[in-house]
């Protein structure tokens, strides 16, 4: 339970802090020990326990969100020397393996609104998970037997697109996604993909659809491709994108004739 | 008629399947989470979950056999009709999994596919990849939000638990909770309360578990009379990588897909892993355990692998062995593995830097799972020898109204779990207890009756406990005080216990205490999202918690699974077997449940017999090659059934 000797050496950290949704952001400096493998979730956290700035000033130490240590929860999402990124997984080796010696900025991510730090505010993930039915509408919980039989190649497509943690880091990167509009983003489309693949979700498929075509929907996607190279868990994002899109298609068509 | 309302707390597998079941039934739910739901603890879980099944049951597995297999690993210290009874329930909870739509890997005919895990001969455990519990955990998060938006279930994310809030007779009648941005204070009247708040590896600084699983849910209703079942039980898991903030699980998968655990013959040999041959490796779990091999159950792996480096054979003298799944190793193609593990491997690259298919993984053990928790009942059925169905009394606790259910309870997994019974008894003890709780709220006067001063005195209570917290100035930080008990507890209160050294972390824990009532001082002060505030909170409840944890096991005078006890003077003795250092496990004296209370202050402690009316104990070995010594467990007393 011990983790082998590793140098502990000095990094400095800049933090863009905000002390509440309505007031002004403003950086500050801290100075913190950490090892070659400290992640950036380390260091928040030595300051938590010592808040005082490079300059010596005791402060309230930044909020941040975090839970699983180990990039499965989607909770430590933040921009990291300007890069979204969550934050237990990203390691200081990694960020100074071409500049050591050079500060961390840390900073909240831009697109959700700040509550405080690096807390921000990501409800509109799940509330359009509430819009586009992201669920199977089984026949409730009793024993009715077993699912449908799913091939191994089916599941190879659906497993990777089951990962999604919710994280934020597609619309974070994604230049249609801003925070006064309703572009529902990467993560719906991919998520929607998935339920619209299996047999118990398909039921919902046209609901899907109208949603995903209406306001902020599949038409609004620049093809940018932010969304797939900063996905952590590396999900083909761009693909379930064209997959939406096809599907949007098809749905359309029939809509047209059975009018 | 004011609708009755039940609160479940804690969004995890077990308060989902709760939640999802009540409002089933048509029981309106109020779900408190501190963390939006499917950012919880379950997520992290790894293996698999475990069933009997089709192919299993043809080479002769059976309900009863994965009953026996639980009992076993959890050396007879469970209660066993609730045992059997989520052994029968298994089956049933896979089809439900599968018809929501969880992506459980599949045979090349589309069935679930199946893979060996921890204390089985058989293939009996279902799994996604190697991140069955995020699956598992989004499929339910599904269904809860399905519940969410016809209007059945209320979610509270970003809440915490203070205390439940109990009425003049005793009965847990809502709770109060504070919105952790908001910093508001509020009551909310339930009319039964169901804990499912997790286990408490942070007790122990590191640990697998996630920062939030502070065990502060259990002992919010420990203070206030709830009683704890067997805490002193807690499970260290053999491989996991060691680290500063947290030990990153590397699931028992990998063993059960063909991993070996191996030290090198030479001590402190230098050389590079792959240029060690094989036969200047030691793969000493195979070599010990020739039936199990590498799948022992945990204890057993966890005091092996101690064991072996306490000797010196650890990767560099160190306290680190290799988890080899290089093809080499075990003769499984690299893109096989990548399949089956995928999850896994990649947290081991991410962390560590290097592709474990192709270097052996550096591992030691690190706590991970509670077996112990709140105390709760059971209904026996005297005729099927599993729980009568829809009773109140299955998963209540001593407080008339308050339930607890997953690794929050004590009830399942005895001294010692089995892999991929977690994430099966978080989902069976949620879909079984909610229609008996729907029939206790039925069977008693409506909550909206009580009085208002009821709910306005409660919550009045922990806005001044707030106010004295955030008034400390003392020089005590929590975090600091944090890293102490962590250390204290880590050193010595997992693998090895001894009593000399459980006394001295009890009097750690007593100045703790001190220092905390009369000497804190808190990093923010502030009344907006104040997480040191939060933090300082879950400290005191650590604490106490430790003490339970400590103070049960310097009393419990035997070894019985992961409680491994070695008297003062033979503590030093490096030179014998851990097992012949070791006190035995005396049924005679110690086949019962260790009942923890808060009272005065303090931890007290008191027993109460074990039912073991299915199965009577047997010696419990997985066929270790080298001896245990000549001194066979006590025979269990006559009547020892509850």
Redesign the interface.
Known sequence: ????AETTKTVKLNVLRQ??PDTQPYWQHFEVPC?P???V??LL?SI????VTADGS?V??P?????????????CTMLINGRVRQAC?T?VRKIQSDRPNEPITIAPLTKFPV???L?VD?SRM?EN??RI??????D??F?????P????E???T??PL??C??CGSCLEACPQFTRDNQFLGAQIFSIARY?NM?P??KTEKDARMEVLMGEGGITDCGNAQNCVKVCPKEIPLTESIGVIGRAATVYSIKKFFSK | MVQKRVIVVGGGLAGLSTS??LS?EGVAVDLFSL??V????S??AQGGINACNDVARQQGYSEWEHFDETVFGGDFLANQPPVLEMARMAP?I???L????V??????????DLRLFGGSLYKRTFY??A?TG??LL??LD??V??H??EGHITKYEFWEFLAPILDDNGRCCGIVAQDL?TMQIRSFRADAVVMATGGNGLIFG?STM???CTGSGTARCYQVGARLGNPEFVQVHPTAI????????MSESARGEGGRLWVPRKRHDSRHPNDIPEEERDYFLERLYPKYKNIVPRDIATREIFYICEQGYGIGG???VYLDLTEKATGIPYDVLK?KLG?ILE?YE??VGVDPLLEPMKI????HYSMGGLWVDFAKDEKTGGLRKADPRNQMTNITGLYAAGEADYQYHGANRLGANSLLSCIFTG?MMAPGIKKFIASQPPVAEHAQSLYDGAVQKQQAAQTKLLNSKGSD?P??MH?ELGKAM?DNV?IIRCNSKLKQTLNLIESLKDRFQNNLGL????M?????LG?ARACWDMILLGEAVTAAALAREESRGSHFKIPDDMINHHDLPLEERALQRDDEHWLKTTLVSYVDGKAALSYEPVDVSLVPPRARNYGKVTAPPAKAPAAPAAGAAA
């Open positions: 339970m011990i983790a082998p002390d509440s090892t493998s400290s992640n979730t380390s956290r938590s326990a010592n808040p005791t309230a130490p909020a941040y969100e975090a839970s699983c240590l180990e990039e499965v929860c989607g909770s997984s390691l509550i405080r730090d807390v990501r799940f998970l509430k039915k992201a669920w199977m509408p089984i409730g919980s024993n009715l037997g077993p699912g039989k799913i091939t191994p089916e599941q190879q659906m497993y089951s990962r943690m919710t339920y299996h118990n979700g | 999802m079941k089933e963390v939006p499917k950012r919880s603890h997520v992290c049933g896979i089809d439900l599968d018809r929501m739509g992506p459980f890997s599949r045979t090349p005919e589309g069935n679930r996604a990849g991140t995020q699956q989004y499929a599904e269904q939000r399905r969410e938006v941005r590191q996630s920062i939030i060691p680290g500063e903030d947290k030990c990153r699980l160190g306290q680190m399949r999850g947290t991410k962390f030691y053990p690190a706590v879909l930080n975090y600091m890293r880590s997992t990093p923010d002060s502030g907006w999202n104040n997480q040191s933090f």
